[in-house]
């Protein structure tokens, strides 16, 4: 009988938005909405399963960027304020509803919940939730890849190779530091592929990659078994392709996350009550935030809405999460029929917003998924590592240009909206390129400031501004934090001219962008 297995894996990721001036900044309060509804939650059903001996296994990402936030003490204690005034909030809104015993359960169940998120964040996990994502990563259930520093769109930088070294190196440092671990899997930032890439992850002892699904169908030569098995490369790099059914399946037109018994995400008091009633949690802008107060279902029309009811929602979750295994298994069957290998396999991945933030029902899915994963034995519940272990063995092909953005090949990042970026940005970089090799051996104030101008190349180089462009989303955010990155660098490419350095402004601007202390500028030289 044929070997089937399946793998899942998570994205965890946000952009470096840290408002040391505002703490009660939306781009903040982005971060803690995540730790609240997908991060804490994720460890708690770690721990649920842990308790009850189901031996689960789940491929994560977990970025620098959202790594550096959330370790950063100023962040860390502005959560802590975030989730008191959501308490606050709570109790309020359950005096408000004393006349209605079911949105005021609602209330008293969301308000039980950010009393639990502030006792596991504060006395749990003592403000460090990354450490318990290395506790399951040691003990086997997770495997964490390591990524980009900046969640960089790699392929735009292949003409210029030591901007993709520096990339994956910071990346790496960054991942050792915070988890003290040597990850053979690497996660290509918008699973952004181009030929030439396996080269550079390969020379830093990184042994595979997810692709996009059409990075590997129109692989020269062909993939034999297509995305139901792993390939190499040339340098024996081994890919996966992504299941293209996974995400649909959920969020497609027909998918789980759109059943009228879930929870409906766009009715939030934070968008509906009367100002006066958010005044315990909006900054001093007044601005409208999501809460997670939320009462009613995916049923609920823009006249008249339904109440969401928890217990039928997780009966729902359950239905979903045994029809989503029933499909896999499905797939498996046929994919190993029409194989003539002895082994098929397929790798789903999600960003894991969709688990908690965008579906709230998503954890308990996820739960119980893995519950009844734990009781058939037809598909094995696998990670990458597992299913590259004879990777000398595979198919030997040369993967196609893809990526998971745009219409498949990331054009959403180079468009009508954020095309002027790429000029600066590239420029940039090619100079800090020759500042690298020019200055090969400088220390003190001058080593300073040739760091710091890495760090803002980085910075500017992370793919969450264009995005964030494309999208419409925080768009002058995006502009202002990009322009800002070029500027720095700027200003250190000339004070390097002039030899003439502002300690003041070095300073400053180093306790602004407080990521990658240990950065090194030499990152940028040209490798031999």
């Given at each position: 009988m044929k070997k089937k297995s399946f793998a899942l894996h998570l994205l965890l990721h946000q952009g470096y938005f840290r408002d040391i001036n505002n703490s009660e900044s939306d781009k903040n309060q982005l971060l803690f909405y995540a730790i609240s509804q997908t991060y804490l939650p994720l460890l708690n059903m770690f721990a649920n399963l842990e308790s009850d001996g189901i031996n689960f296994?789940?491929?994560?990402?977990?970025?620098?960027?959202?790594?550096?936030?959330?370790?950063?003490?100023?962040?860390?204690?502005?959560?802590?304020?975030?989730?008191?005034?959501?308490?606050?909030?709570?109790?309020?809104?359950?005096?408000?509803?004393?006349?209605?015993?079911?949105?005021?359960?609602?209330?008293?169940?969301y308000l039980r919940t950010c009393k639990r998120n502030k006792r596991d964040f504060v006395e749990t996990f003592n403000q460090d939730i990354l450490s318990k994502f290395a506790y399951y990563a040691h003990k086997g259930n997770i495997e964490l890849f390591a990524s980009a520093a900046t969640n960089c769109f790699l392929p735009h930088y292949i003409d210029l190779k030591e901007a993709i070294h520096a990339q994956v190196e910071a990346g790496l440092i960054a991942h050792?530091?915070?988890?003290?671990?040597?990850?053979?899997?690497?996660?290509?930032?918008?699973?952004?592929?181009?030929?030439?890439?396996?080269?550079?992850?390969?020379?830093?002892?990184?042994?595979?990659?997810?692709?996009?699904?059409?990075g590997l169908l129109f692989s020269t030569p062909p993939s034999k078994n297509g995305i139901f098995s792993p390939v190499r490369s040339e340098n024996s790099f081994a890919f996966f392709g992504r299941d293209p059914y996974?995400?649909?399946?959920?969020?497609?037109?027909?998918?789980?996350?759109?059943?009228e018994i879930y929870r409906n995400e766009e009715n939030d008091i934070g968008f509906e009550s009367d100002i006066e009633e958010l005044t315990a949690i909006l900054d001093q802008n007044k601005e409208r935030i999501s809460t997670g107060y939320k009462y009613f279902s995916k049923a609920s029309k823009s006249i008249e809405k339904k109440q969401y009811d928890i217990e039928k929602a997780r009966q729902q979750a359950d239905k979903d999460a045994q029809d989503f295994l029933a499909k896999k298994i499905d797939l498996l069957h046929k994919a190993a029929e029409l194989s003539e290998e002895d082994e098929v396999s397929l790798v789903a991945t999600f960003d894991a917003s969709l688990f908690?933030?965008?579906?709230?029902?998503?954890i308990d899915w996820l739960e119980r998924f893995f519950r009844h994963a734990s009781k058939q034995e037809e598909i094995n519940i696998e990670n990458c590592s597992?299913?590259?272990?004879?990777?000398?063995?595979?198919?030997?092909?040369?993967?196609?240009?893809?990526?998971?953005?745009?219409?498949?090949?990331?054009?959403?990042l180079v468009d009508s909206s954020n095309e002027w970026m790429v000029r600066y940005v590239h420029k940039s970089t090619e100079r800090m390129i020759d500042l690298a090799q020019r200055f090969?051996?400088?220390?003190?104030?001058?080593?300073?400031?040739?760091?710091?101008?890495?760090?803002?190349i980085l910075l500017a180089q992370a793919s969450?501004?264009?995005?964030?462009?494309?999208?419409?989303?925080?768009?002058?955010?995006?502009?202002?934090?990009?322009?800002?990155?070029?500027?720095?660098?700027?200003?250190?490419?000339?004070?390097?001219?002039?030899?003439?350095?502002?300690?003041?402004?070095?300073?400053?601007?180093?306790?602004?962008?407080?990521?990658?202390?240990?950065?090194?500028?030499?990152?940028?030289?040209?490798?031999?």
């Open positions: 296994k789940l491929g994560l990402t977990i970025t620098p960027s959202l790594c550096t936030l959330l370790t950063d003490p100023v962040v860390q204690q502005s959560y802590i304020e975030w989730l008191d005034k959501l308490i606050l909030l709570g109790e309020a809104e359950i005096k408000k509803h004393e006349g209605n015993p079911g949105i005021q359960e609602l209330a008293k169940e050792k530091s915070f988890f003290n671990l040597a990850p053979e899997g690497f996660w290509l930032p918008n699973l952004g592929y181009t030929p030439g890439l396996e080269h550079i992850l390969r020379s830093y002892g990184l042994n595979y990659s997810i692709i996009e699904t059409h996974a995400e649909k399946e959920i969020m497609g037109d027909e998918g789980y996350i759109h059943n908690g933030e965008k579906w709230f029902e998503g597992d299913l590259a272990k004879n990777q000398f063995t595979l198919q030997v092909v040369q993967p196609y240009h893809s990526a998971a953005s745009g219409f498949g090949y990331g054009e959403d090969t051996d400088d220390t003190g104030l001058k080593a300073r400031a040739l760091n710091l101008a890495a760090k803002e969450d501004w264009p995005s964030m462009l494309h999208k419409k989303n925080y768009p002058d955010f995006a502009r202002e934090a990009f322009s800002q990155n070029i500027s720095s660098f700027a200003t250190v490419f000339e004070s390097l001219g002039s030899n003439n350095t502002s300690t003041e402004w070095l300073t400053n601007t180093e306790r602004a962008h407080q990521i990658f202390p240990w950065i090194n500028y030499r990152i940028f030289s040209k490798k031999k």
